[in-house]
Structure formats: C-alpha cells, structure tokens
C-alpha cells in the first residue's frame, strides 16, 4: 500500500491510501494518522483458520 502525505491549502493536508484519501486540518494530524496506520499494517495479524482449528482440537 503506497501512503503519500500531500499540502493541498495553507491548512490543509491529504494522506493519500492508494486511492483512497483523507484530509486534516494540519501536517502534525496527518503525519500522525500516517504513523498509526503504518503501525497496524505491520502489526502482526492471526490467521483465522489456525485460529478456527486450534479451537476445533
């Protein structure tokens, strides 16, 4: 997933998910909402289906 930080006004900034794009009052905001997300894609995610059989078992 590509994530771009982008000043589209004075007070205006665009973090921009692929296609996908969300706009906040400052580049402090932004950067920070891009620095969460960075967190949760590289955070570690269970596979359902070991989950689901580990439960069966």
Same mark, same amino acid.
């Given at each position: 997933?590509? #994530?771009?930080?982008?000043?589209?006004?004075?007070?205006?900034?665009?973090? %921009?998910?692929?296609?996908? @794009?969300?706009?906040? %009052?400052?580049?402090?905001? +932004? %950067?920070?909402?891009?620095?969460? *997300?960075? +967190?949760? #894609?590289? +955070?570690?995610?269970? #596979?359902?289906?070991? *989950?689901?059989? %580990? +439960? @069966?078992?």
């Amino acid at each position: 997933m590509k #994530i771009l930080i982008k000043e589209l006004a004075k007070s205006q900034w665009q973090v %921009r998910l692929d296609q996908h @794009a969300v706009t906040f %009052r400052s580049e402090a905001e +932004a %950067r920070a909402f891009t620095r969460t *997300l960075e +967190a949760r #894609i590289q +955070a570690p995610h269970p #596979i359902p289906v070991l *989950l689901t059989q %580990r +439960a @069966a078992g």
